[in-house]
C-alpha cells in the first residue's frame, strides 16, 4: 500500500502552521502599535470635549455678564456683529462634537504671539470679562486650561495673558469670529527632553486648541478660547497600571501558548521521527508504525514514508538472508560432487577402469553445467529485481505469432485463441518474450505437449491466461512455486528460478502473474497495464 493510500486523516500542512503563528507575531507589534495609536486619539477627542463642555459653559456665562452690563448702560444697540453660519444657540439642542483625530489632522505649529491692534478692546467685554477673571483664575487651577475669552473682533477680554490683544490670526479663531466651531492641534513647546519611549506616542508635545464661538440670536459676542495639553499616553498607562499588567500577563500567555503550540505541532513529531529512526537502526520491530498523532501533513507523509523505507528494507533483508541461504545450499550439492569425483580420480586414476572414469568426469560435467546454469539464472534474477520499466510496449499478437512457430520445433503446440489483434501491453518486447519462454519451457518439463493463451482486456490491463496439459501443480506446492529455488524437476536440470524471474520482471512493469484453479494441467494468470487503442 502507498503512502498516499494509508493516510486516512487530514492533518493541517506545516506551512500553514508557520504562517499562523508568523502572522500572530506580526500582529502583536502590529496590534500594539494600532491600540497605542487609537487610545491616543481617545485621549485628544475626551480632551476636546472636556474643554467644549468648559467653553460652553463659559460661553454662557459670558452673554450673562455682556447682557448685565448692556442693561446697566441702557444700550439701545445690538452687540456684537451678525453671524450667517448655524452656531450653538441657535436651536435648543445642538451639541458640538469633537472633530480631532490625530490620524488625518496636521499637527500645526506652536500659535504665535498675540498682536496689537488699533483702539482698545470692546468696554463692553473688558467690563463682563474683568467680572468672569476671578471665577476663570479659579476654575483654571482645576481644571489646568489656558483660558482666555475675546470679543467679537477677535481682542483678549478676559485671561492672564495677552489681554487688550488680538488672536485673530489663528486660524481657529477665525473660523469661530465667523460663526463656526474649531480646534486644531498644536505643537507645545517641551520644558524637559522626551524620553526614548516616548518616542511611541505621536501625542508627545501636542496642545489641543479650542475656539467656541458666543453667539446670541445670530449675532456673535465674542469667542472663548481653550487649550490644554492631552494626558499623556504612558502617564494614562501608568494610572491603569493593573489591567496594562494583565494585559501585559495575557500577551506572555499567549506566547508560551505559541511556543507550545509549535512545541506540539513540530517539535514533538519530529523528536518522535528522530527516536523511531533511532529504533529502525537497532532493529526494533516496533520502530515500523509511523509515529502517532503526527499533527502536520508533512510529518505525517514523512513518518509514513520512513515506515514504508524501514518495512521495505526489513523486507529486503529478509529476503537476502533467506535466498543467501538457498544459494550457498543450492551450489553445495554440485560442489560436493564435484569435489568427491575430482578426489576420486586424483586418488585412483591409474587403476581406474576407463568406463568408471568417464562415468566420474560425466558426473563433473553435469554438476559444472548445473552451477552455470544456476550462475546464469541468479544474474537473470538480479536483473529482474532492479530492472525499471520503460516507455516501450509489446505487440501480443505478433510476440505470440513468432512463439508458436518456435515451439512447434519442439513438439509443443500453442493454440492462440482470437484476441484484439490492437491490444498492446505497457512491456518491453524482450521482456515479455522472457515472461512467456520461462512458462512455455516449464509446461514441457511438466510433460505438457499442447498449451493454449487467451488474452483479453478488463480493468486497464491485458490478461492473458496460459493454460498447458501437463502434470499441473500439487495444492501442497501451489503455495512455494514463485519461491526461489523450489522445482520438483531439479533431476531434469530445473534451478527453481524460472518463476521467481517472471514474478520480478512482471512487478518491474506493475504487472502480476497467479496461479488459478484448472482442470488438469498448470493455469497462469498473467497481468499486464493496458495500451488504450487509438
Not at 51 to 69: M, P, W
Not at 206 to 230: C, H, K, Q, W, Y
Not at 466 to 495: Q, Y
Request: charged share 25%; hydrophobic share 45%.
Amino acid at each position: 500500500m502507498s503512502v498516499v493510500d494509508k493516510r486516512t486523516r487530514s492533518h493541517f500542512k506545516l506551512r500553514s502552521i508557520l504562517l499562523a503563528v508568523n502572522f500572530v507575531l506580526v500582529l502583536l507589534p502590529l496590534g500594539g502599535i494600532v491600540f497605542f495609536r487609537i487610545y491616543e486619539n481617545e485621549l485628544v477627542q475626551q480632551t476636546e470635549l472636556e474643554l467644549i463642555s468648559q467653553a460652553a459653559f463659559i460661553a454662557s456665562v459670558y452673554k450673562q455678564e455682556i447682557n448685565r452690563v448692556l442693561q446697566s448702560r441702557a444700550a439701545s444697540e445690538k452687540y456684537g456683529i451678525p453671524v450667517s453660519a448655524a452656531a450653538p444657540g441657535d436651536e435648543r439642542y445642538l451639541p458640538v462634537t469633537p472633530q480631532l483625530n490625530l490620524s488625518s489632522h496636521t499637527i500645526l505649529p506652536r500659535p504665535e504671539g498675540a498682536i496689537a491692534v488699533e483702539g482698545q478692546a470692546d468696554t463692553a467685554g473688558l467690563e463682563a470679562g474683568v467680572r468672569m477673571t476671578p471665577v476663570l483664575e479659579d476654575a483654571q487651577r482645576t481644571v489646568l486650561s489656558g483660558i482666555r475669552i475675546l470679543d467679537y473682533r477677535g481682542v483678549v477680554v478676559a485671561g492672564r495673558e495677552d489681554l487688550g490683544l488680538s488672536l485673530a490670526n489663528l486660524d481657529e479663531v477665525r473660523r469661530a469670529l465667523a460663526g463656526r466651531y474649531a480646534s486644531a492641534i498644536r505643537a507645545r513647546l517641551l520644558k524637559h527632553p522626551v524620553p526614548p519611549l516616548a518616542s511611541i506616542s505621536r501625542g508627545t508635545g501636542i496642545r489641543v486648541f479650542v475656539a467656541f464661538p458666543i453667539v446670541n440670536n445670530d449675532r456673535l459676542m465674542g469667542v472663548v478660547l481653550l487649550s490644554r495639553t492631552p494626558r499623556s499616553i504612558l502617564e494614562h498607562l501608568y494610572s491603569e497600571r493593573e489591567t496594562v499588567a494583565l494585559v501585559g500577563a495575557g500577551l506572555v500567555l499567549l506566547a508560551v501558548g505559541l511556543a507550545f503550540f509549535t512545541s506540539y505541532t513540530i517539535a514533538r513529531p519530529i523528536h518522535a521521527l528522530i527516536r523511531q529512526t533511532r529504533g529502525i537502526a537497532g532493529g526494533e520491530k516496533v520502530a515500523l508504525e509511523p509515529i502517532k498523532s503526527p499533527v502536520t501533513e508533512e510529518l505525517d507523509l514523512l513518518s509514513q514514508s520512513f515506515a514504508d523505507m524501514a518495512r521495505a528494507l526489513e523486507h529486503r533483508s529478509d529476503y537476502i538472508r533467506n535466498f543467501a541461504t538457498q544459494v550457498s545450499h543450492e551450489f553445495k550439492t554440485p560442489l560436493a560432487g564435484i569435489r568427491g569425483a575430482v578426489e576420486l580420480l586424483q586418488e585412483h586414476i591409474a587403476e581406474m577402469p576407463p568406463e568408471k572414469r568417464d562415468r566420474f568426469l560425466a558426473n563433473v560435467a553435469h554438476d559444472a553445467n548445473r552451477l552455470q546454469r544456476l550462475v546464469d539464472r541468479l544474474l537473470e534474477l538480479a536483473r529482474a529485481d532492479v530492472l525499471e520499466a520503460g516507455a516501450e510496449t509489446a505487440d501480443i499478437a505478433s510476440l505470440l505469432v513468432r512463439l508458436t512457430e518456435r515451439y512447434r520445433e519442439f513438439a509443443l503446440t500453442i493454440t492462440v485463441t482470437p484476441q484484439d489483434l490492437r491490444m498492446k501491453a505497457r512491456i518491453a518486447p524482450e521482456v515479455l518474450e522472457t515472461v512467456f519462454v520461462n512458462l512455455l519451457d516449464n509446461s514441457r518439463q511438466s510433460g505438457a505437449d499442447h498449451v493454449t493463451i487467451d488474452s483479453r482486456r478488463g480493468g486497464g490491463n491485458c490478461l492473458i491466461t496460459v493454460t498447458d496439459n501437463g502434470r499441473g501443480i500439487s495444492k501442497a506446492n501451489a503455495d512455494k512455486i514463485f519461491m526461489p529455488f523450489f522445482t520438483t524437476h531439479r533431476e531434469d536440470g530445473g534451478t527453481g528460478l524460472g518463476l521467481g524471474i517472471v514474478k520480478s520482471l512482471l512487478t518491474a512493469h506493475h504487472g502480476d502473474i497467479s496461479l488459478v484453479d484448472g482442470a488438469g494441467g498448470a493455469v497462469f494468470l498473467i497481468s499486464i497495464p493496458d495500451i488504450d487503442p487509438i
